[in-house]
């Protein structure tokens, strides 16, 4: 880690403590009206936040000085305490101390000893670690806790000062205990991992019999390395101290403070090569590393490939930090994403799946599916453009059929809609008949007149069954084109052929038809059938349409997928915004849809849509889909 990026992460973090103390001396000023000053005390406070806030500490202190001087009472001490504060944080210690002399004048007890942690602050600063410890011992133990934060903070540093590393590590880990946001505890972690620079002779062993001591002491070694050495020995000590704090944020902040460059120089690339996956497996890596060689600017970069089948997902995760991995894309299985995530912190990471917990999310551990979550968002929005208020839905009896269906129905009911009814059906059913009957209720249709008939004990004629007609939509999760296909002959069979379907991207099987040169249509069964899909396949661009003819070129033997192929290219692609994330915002037009990064890093795909027209996907935009009105379908309009 070079000094400058150390002093900007340490800079952002001083400044979050800086104003976490503003608040808090804020909230315990009592200004009666008698005191208040004839300017603009509240302008002038603004302008003194703003300050702290970009790290001009020099002219917080000058702002914080004339707020004292046009003050009294409790206010002014306070604000000479805030002017002394960021005075030493800018290095002019004199300055402070002036400071302080004015505001020992009229304090209160607790202004008192507020200025008696500023000035064992002070004495750490002008490198008299022990007077300043000497200074704390003085004040009581039941301090306000803000108060007691600070005390801490001082005490723990000049321990390390001192030479006692056992005694501040326990000092600064019991102040962690009273920090709730996560960049106030990472400066605090940051206290003990420079403690460590700081001390006049090495830390001893692990011997305490405390795991939490005992952890951060095996750290101190390696708070004199750097690159290579630092990374494999973090993750050495990672592997025993796997619940450590540090583990969740101290280190993961260290190996980021390391990155000097725009663009990782080693990738790591974990697919199942050599599982039942291969096909998808070997795809996602041409397309990789397709991009890669496209990308001219990036050949310093080097990519080593790990297959997940052979070593396993955590190892080989594991075993792509050791060899010296900037940037991990991988694994693919979304059970592996699960497990890998106990291992992650440490290097930039891009799943190429979805975890099933949210709750396991953590920064620089992004993930990338080709998720029909995003298909059921993007048909939603689309029927609710065209009119549609009410849908069904057709899904498989499965967990994910059911998550797929929840994620539909959310996505269409926060935009106005309603989920009537939906249907689980098994994977692999064949008939679609029952299915079919039962939610456009043509099943109770039969019944009413059953029982008409034996009320009336005769013989009753029994005219075409009468569908339900309160439904705009229909919605189908498949995972292959036959259910699709079955549904259809089913919906024409009972009379709802004019009600407008919406499946998700795998009822169109894009592998036989890219890689078919026979120009037949194929797909007449699904016709008027509506999907999302990937813009490299409805509405390729010229990048997607040599990519396209590279896959026919050299990959027809395979057969594949080729949205896994784009799906690789995109990885490749997305690598350089996360690489160096800042927290601002992007998008990326790529040829698995519109990518963006969500709160919980799930990067997320804005989808084109296309219809089946005389067996062939014709793709669609919003002017294309006729409105639920022009159809006639419900009457309710």
Request: contains cysteine; charged residues 20%.
């Amino acid at each position: 880690m070079n000094g400058s990026q150390f002093t900007s992460a340490f800079a952002r973090a001083a400044r979050t403590l800086a104003l976490v103390s503003l608040i808090a001396f804020a909230a315990c000023t009592s200004v009666t009206p008698t005191e208040r000053p004839s300017f603009d005390v509240a302008a002038l406070e603004q302008r003194a936040r703003a300050a702290v806030d970009s790290g001009n500490f020099a002219a917080a202190a000058d702002l914080f000085t004339e707020l004292a001087a046009s003050s009294s009472g409790t206010a002014r001490i306070d604000y000479l305490l805030q002017a002394a504060r960021f005075a030493a944080d800018y290095g002019d210690t004199a300055l402070a101390r002036r400071r302080l002399a004015e505001a020992r004048n009229g304090a209160s007890v607790a202004q008192q000893r507020a200025i008696a942690v500023a000035g064992a602050r002070l004495d750490l600063a002008e490198g008299r670690p022990q007077a300043a410890l000497d200074a704390l011992a003085a004040l009581p133990q039941a301090l306000p806790e803000q108060l007691q934060r600070d005390a801490a903070a001082v005490r723990g540093q000049a321990l390390f000062r001192v030479g006692r590393p056992v005694d501040a590590i326990r000092v600064l880990i019991e102040r962690e205990v009273w920090l709730t946001d996560a960049e106030s505890i990472l400066a605090n972690q940051r206290m003990i991992w420079e403690g460590f620079r700081a001390l006049p002779a090495p830390a001893p062993a692990p011997t305490t019999g405390d795991v939490v001591v005992d952890g951060w002491l095996a750290l101190a070694p390696l708070a004199g390395t750097a690159g290579a050495d630092l990374r494999r020995s973090l993750l050495a000590w990672r592997q025993t101290y796997t619940t450590h704090p540090a583990a969740a944020g101290l280190l993961a902040d260290l190996l980021a403070a390391q990155r000097s460059t725009a663009f990782p120089r080693q990738i790591a690339l974990l697919l199942p090569l050599s599982s039942a996956q291969r096909a998808f497996a070997l795809a996602i890596r041409d397309g990789f590393m397709t991009a890669h060689l496209k990308h001219a600017g990036n050949a310093a970069a080097n990519v080593r490939v790990y297959d997940t089948a052979r070593l396993g997902g955590t190892e080989a995760y594991l075993q792509a930090q050791l060899d010296g991995a900037d940037f991990i894309v991988g694994p693919l299985a979304r059970g592996e994403v699960d497990r890998v995530i106990a291992q992650a912190g440490f290097v930039p990471t891009l799943a190429l799946n979805y975890a099933t917990n949210d709750a396991t999310l953590l920064r620089g551990f992004y993930q990338f599916a080709l998720a029909p979550e995003d298909e059921a968002r993007a048909i939603a929005a689309a029927a609710i453009a065209a009119g549609a208020e009410t849908a069904v839905a057709f899904v498989p009896s499965t967990q994910r059929g059911y998550e797929i269906r929840d994620n539909f129905r959310a996505a269409f009911e926060q935009a106005g809609g309603t989920l009537l009814d939906w249907y689980g059906y098994e994977p692999g059913l064949r008939d679609f008949s029952q299915p079919t009957a039962a939610i456009l209720n043509v099943t109770r249709s039969r019944q009413r007149y059953q029982r008409l008939a034996a009320n009336l004990g005769v013989a009753v004629q029994f005219p075409e069954a009468r569908r339900r007609q309160d439904v705009d939509m229909i919605f189908v999760f498949a995972d292959e084109p036959t259910p699709a296909r079955l549904l259809a002959s089913q919906l024409k069979f009972y009379g709802a052929g004019d009600i407008p379907v919406y499946a998700t991207a795998l009822v169109y099987d894009a592998a036989a038809r890219v890689f078919d040169t026979s120009g037949q249509a194929r797909d007449s069964d699904l016709n008027g059938f509506i999907f999302a899909d990937t813009p490299a396949l409805l509405t390729p661009d010229a990048t997607a349409r040599d990519l396209l003819d590279d896959v026919r070129s050299f990959w027809a033997q395979r057969g594949v997928d080729p949205r896994f192929y784009g799906m690789g290219y995109d990885a490749y692609g997305l690598i350089e915004f996360l690489y160096a994330n800042d927290g601002a915002p992007w998008t990326m037009r790529g040829l698995s849809g519109d990518l963006s990064l969500d709160e919980q890093g799930r990067v997320r795909r804005v989808l084109p849509l296309a219809q089946f027209r005389n067996g062939r996907p014709v793709a669609l935009d919003a002017s294309s889909l006729p409105p639920i009105d022009a159809r006639g379908l419900t009457g309710r309009r």
